[in-house]
Each structure stands twice: as structure tokens, then as C-alpha cells.
């Protein structure tokens, strides 16, 4: 599988710069897109148990849609569509 990040420059960014640009465990929104029902609903189960804000999908067009009239933006998409 693949992760993706934002690039990051290299000179004059700390630990502690980064620290403070990306949510920590059991911070930030989850947009989880799954499409086995059983698998969907063990891992948000999972996500929000540990904390974290979870939306869910059953497919790609749901999740666009999710993405699209999210209020705020989402700190990851998790998928193995």
C-alpha cells in the first residue's frame, strides 16, 4: 500500500514545527471509505475509540461527497479502495 504526506522542507523546520502542523494520536477527522460493511464498522469503532473524529463511506462517490460538504477538512482518508 501506499501513504501519501505533504512535503515538508527540510531547512529550518524542528520536531517541535511539526508537532504542532499535524494531529496527534486521537486528534483529527477520519474520512474512513470501505466498502465491506463489517470491516467499515470494527475500524471506526476502533478510530473513535482511540479518539479520533470518524465519517464514514461505503464507496468513493459517498466519500467525494463526504470530502465535498465537509465543514472542515479532513486530517486523513483511509481507504483500500
Do not use: K
Not at 16 to 34: C, K, N, Y
Request: proline share 9%.
Amino acid at each position: 500500500f501506499r501513504l501519501y504526506f505533504p512535503a515538508v522542507p527540510h531547512e529550518g523546520v524542528t520536531p517541535h514545527d511539526l508537532e504542532s502542523a499535524v494531529p496527534g494520536p486521537g486528534r483529527g477527522r477520519i474520512l474512513l471509505v470501505e466498502d465491506d460493511p463489517v470491516v467499515r464498522r470494527l475500524t471506526s469503532r476502533i478510530l473513535v475509540q482511540a479518539g479520533y473524529e470518524v465519517t464514514e463511506a461505503g464507496n468513493g462517490v459517498e466519500g467525494l461527497h463526504h470530502a465535498r460538504e465537509a465543514r472542515r477538512p479532513f486530517d486523513l482518508l483511509l481507504t483500500d479502495l
